[in-house]
């Protein structure tokens, strides 16, 4: 499978297939990125017409792409006597531009002179994000001629908003000459010379002020190329090579990911088709790097609070209180031809929000930050007791959007499914049909309903009287109890033995055998008297594949491996499963997943677990890839190493006490798990887990702050029936 070549700096994307080239009709949205429109949609390097052949290319460096060609033998010249060696960096934009770098190095391997032309085609077409993933507009604005000068080209657009964007491309040395949309070179190469081909391509948009206003700006963007927190969090380290291998990339993919916005840094969801802030990816990345950086929580928040819902809008599906699906700033979106500029059409932002609200303030005991954002956690309640609660059943549900043309030139797109398994044939029943009788209640939601009413019940309740929240705090664990009961009720399949992935309309089951019960894990809403059934159906063959957990059960009629959602296999999931497997006391099917996942890592280059792969099972023919369409790297998915790691520790600070449980466990083929300088209930920790002679170790190596630090064993029954580790001891 080939390959992409993908790179960030900030809010630029470049984009190109294995061998460096760019093509506008790509299905894997090539191109250079920013501001959600395309300045570069063709790329394409050339020997005397003749394609150079690849030796190799990697992105392992940030923002940096590399390529090694050889030449095929050409008018004389044999074959692989060339060198070519291309490198492509970007540079963070500063007054509405920003520039890309890409040196050009030919060398002559031989010993007589090598004559050659060197031809790089160029295009710029300057697609809006949404038609480099095809969508078909009604109407463009028109592509300007080109500008040659002796020594750069300059094409540019103006769109139907009169926002006028340009790429010019400047060539040192000077091109011999432009035609047929190429930059043409002669060169001559002595033996052993080599030249360099220097190209800077500036991009200017006056787009830049229309997408700050969007953003609801409030400070100036800083042009830095990571947070001012990011180098201060958490430093991990294991006895585990892979898992050193997968935690390294995955902070080098967050640094990349995580963008500046005009009040906050936010981890855009995946590159190179989604390099823009998706609510629910955001919110999930948080929650699973809480133990490595609860600052990235403190951003995430702030960014979603200012964006969050004020008026009722069938258009974007916004309504007051509700947390955004997805921000974007391209041309389609200021036009207001799509609804996804500031789109609210996703049913678990709002709850999700308000549980990493919980969580961000059970970790720091940051009480300012509450106190500023209160409001908007009220307003994210309001919204799940009126809006998400379409038909008075007390579930959050959500209804297929379908918005109204707000104008001659929108195109009606909406959003029919509105869990994190959004595709249209998602939700589906066990004989395979879609279910369309909605309002839907998907089954984690609810879990994150659960997970939220009862965190903030505990933090409430936790708090000092003088915020007067107790009363609330009582108000909110009656209600995440009837939630249980509820829940427990009326999603559990008897028949099948395993809750059910949604009530539809009518509150019948959707009754497909789905990892969406797994979440309800980690929330703690399955009954201690039903989760080894749940645990038993997920571990099972049909579900758990040699590189984690599937989507759908392949005993179902719509099970498809290859699929987007009905049977592929994703990072982020598998680690909020394995968390909740954890919590309710399944170490052995938590270290299943586990080494499942780090089995996956094998097939990715670099050990990037991409956004979703695919694969039938290790038996056959061993064989794993990414989903075709999967972005890579994806923000929820470099975070699901965070969550592991802190699963396996299982560290759980107590809301507003100096208190820290912990429940560790190392997994087969783990001897030590280390972290140091771990924010903290406002404090630094530092602690080491170590297995010896049968037993767990724990060191706690710094504590300045004097936590009182609780360690708790593994699950009784759990550790005497299959053998894990005796109970931890402090050292």
Known sequence: MQHRRIIKEGPIVLATSEDGSITADSASSQGLFLADTRFLSTFCLRLNDAQPMLVGSTEEQL?????????????GIPERTLGIYQHSTLQERSSGLAHVHI?????????QTAEFEVSIEIGCDFFDSFEARGVHRLKRGRLLDPEVGSDSVTLAYIGLDNVKDSTCIRSDPAMDRFENSRLLYHLSLAGNERKLIHLELSLHTDSMKAQEELAAPQPEITGLRTPPWFGNATRISSSNDTMTEILHRSIDDLEALITEFPNAWFPTAGLPRFAVPFGRDGIITALQTLAWNPLLAHDVLCFLAARQGKEENPWNYEQPGKIMHEMHTG???????????????????????????????????????????????????????????????????????TPPKASSDALTVGLFNQGWKDSSIAVVYSNGAIVRDHPIALAEVQGYLYRALSMWAEIYLAMPESEGVREDGVALQQRAAALKKKFNDEFWMEDKAY???????????????????GHCLWARLIDDDKAEAVVDALTAPEMLSTWGIRTMSTQEKAFNAFSYHDGSIWPFENSIIMAGLKKYGYVTAAQSVHEAMLDASDYFELRRWPEVYCGVSRDPAGVLARQPDACRPQAWSAGAIFLIIQTWLGIAPRPFAQHVDITPVLPKGLQELVVENMSICGQLLSLRVIREAGSLLIDIADNPGNLDIMIHPASEHERHLKGEDMPAQVR
Not at 103 to 111: F, K, P, Y
Not at 348 to 364: C, I
Not at 500 to 514: F, I, N, P, Q
């Open 331 to 401: 041309e389609l979106a200021r036009l207001g031809a799509i609804p996804f500029g500031l789109f609210y059409g996703s049913v678990d932002s709002t709850p999700l929000f308000l549980v990493l609200g919980a969580e961000y303030v059970r970790w720091t005991h940051d009480l300012e930050l509450f106190r500023r954002l209160k409001p908007n956690f009220d307003a994210a309640w309001k919204w799940i007791d009126s809006y998400g609660n379409i038909d008075d059943s007390g579930y959050v549900q959500y209804q297929a959007h």
């Open 63 to 75: 923002f940096e792409l590399s390529y090694l060609f050889a030449n095929p033998a050409i008018d």
């Open 103 to 111: 040196d050009i190095t030919l060398l002559n391997w031989s010993l």
């Open 499 to 517: 809750y059910a992935m949604a009530l539809d309309g009518h509150h019948h089951h959707v009754d497909v055998v789905t990892s969406n019960p």
